[in-house]
């Protein structure tokens, strides 16, 4: 071999060894672009599961590597090997999530915090700053003023739901207001009942309240026609100023007032009727006594008719005589008789129920009871019915005229059996 082709051979053994070393180095640098590929494909596969919500885009970045080195899927070697933009073409789902991602936020700012803001009218320095709610390194504490004053706004509501509750309950409605928010805006059902239970109670109240107003002014009215001796009506006045609904301050005022001075003619009232009661019971005793009265009157009459039978029955036996008086004195009253004067009986007459005594004009007088005895002992009380300057008609009070006899004595009774007038 001439020395020519010896160093060509070196030449191409050095050449051979450097395209040797080369082809390695390429190799390994190929295969860690290939992993770093891999790496950078299922991170994009990651972020597009991450940031997918049922689109399906992220299903169009898949990528994997098998057994054997092979790389499968949209991002994989074989979906883009040879094809300029075939990459970026592949890639292109990632873009399209991320505008999609994009877009909802920016429906959510413009038309979701925005709305609700003009709808909550929200005042101007609590309302979201679009800008910075936009910018991601921004976003952070820019709603902070405006989910203040959407706690506010719900804590009011909840205080007013409550207030309208105890309104409620002021109405006795038994159900209660929630506040709950329906679809159209309007009412919940139970909400709308508690309402129109409301509203109907108050209706019966405002009924009753002018029924009452009515009522009042009626009474007025018999108040003042009332003709009662030393009572001064103060109500009348004052019911010329009830009405209206009692909800204003004047209205309020009045009503207090007028309720007032009726108040003080109740209690007139209340005393004149207490008076009436005693009255009533006054009343009842007097009738009570009346027929007490009409009782001994029938029973008096009854004597007095008696007295008149036995004095024409008297004189009809000539017992009675005229006479003139004699010049002894007449006892007229209880303290001129003897308490200890005695006499007898002279005859008795049981069929017309008289007793005769030999007791003058000059010894009793009509009423005076005489006290029968014999032998000492009690008989009968009599009641001295007429006097003559001879003797004196009586007639039984106590005992049996059977018992009596002629001769039997007879004394003038002691204070307590005569007429309470003597």
């Not at 070393?21 to 770093?36: C, M, N, S």
């Not at 007139?268 to 005793?285: F, G, M, S, V």
């Amino acid at each position: 071999m001439s020395k020519s082709g010896k160093i060509i051979g070196v030449a191409a053994f050095v050449l051979a060894l450097a395209a040797a070393v080369l082809a390695f180095f390429e190799l390994k640098q190929a295969k860690a672009h290939a992993g770093r590929y891999a790496e950078l494909a299922q991170a994009v596969g990651a972020a597009a599961k991450t940031l997918d919500s049922g689109s399906g885009n992220a299903a169009k970045l898949a990528f994997s590597v098998d057994e054997k080195g092979k790389e499968q899927g949209a991002l994989g070697w074989e979906s883009t090997k040879g094809l300029a933009g075939a990459t970026d073409s592949a890639a292109a789902p990632l873009k399209t999530l991320a505008g999609q991602l994009i877009d909802q936020r920016e429906y959510l700012i413009n038309n979701l915090i925005d709305q609700v803001a003009k709808t909550l009218e929200c005042p101007a320095d609590k309302q979201p700053d679009m800008d910075a709610v936009s910018s991601l390194p921004e976003y952070e504490g820019s709603l902070d003023k405006f989910n203040g004053f959407v706690k506010a706004r719900a804590n009011r509501d909840a205080q007013v739901a409550n207030r309208v509750n105890q309104v409620l309950r002021v109405l006795n409605v038994r159900g209660t207001y929630k506040g709950i928010v329906t679809e159209n805006g309007s009412l919940a059902q139970n909400d709308a009942q508690a309402f129109a239970d409301g509203a109907k109670n108050l209706g019966n109240l405002q009924g009753n309240y002018q029924l009452m107003v009515q009522t009042l002014r009626d009474l007025s009215s018999t108040l003042r026609s009332a003709q009662v001796s030393g009572v001064q009506w103060v109500s009348p006045k004052a019911a010329g100023n009830l009405g209206g609904t009692g909800l204003t301050e004047g209205e309020n005022s009045n009503n207090k007032d007028a309720v007032a001075q009726f108040r003080n003619d109740f209690e007139t009232l209340k005393a004149q009727l207490a008076r009436i009661d005693l009255l009533e019971n006054d009343k009842l005793d007097l009738q009570e006594e009346i027929a007490e009265l009409k009782e001994k009157l029938a029973e008096t009459k009854a004597m007095y008719e008696q007295d008149e039978e036995v004095l024409r029955s008297y004189y009809r036996q000539g017992l009675g005589m005229n006479y003139t008086t004699t010049d002894k004195e007449l006892k007229t009253t209880y303290d001129q008789v003897k308490t200890d004067l005695s006499g007898s009986v002279l005859k008795t007459e049981a069929k017309y129920g008289y007793v005769v005594v030999n007791l003058t004009e000059c010894d009793v007088i009509p009423e005076l009871r005489l006290a029968v005895y014999r032998d000492g002992k009690y008989l009968a009380l009599l009641r001295v019915l007429a006097t003559t300057p001879f003797n004196s008609l009586t007639v039984v009070e106590d005992g049996s005229i059977a018992s009596i006899a002629a001769g039997d004595t007879v004394v003038v009774g002691g204070r307590a059996l005569q007429p309470a007038e003597f």
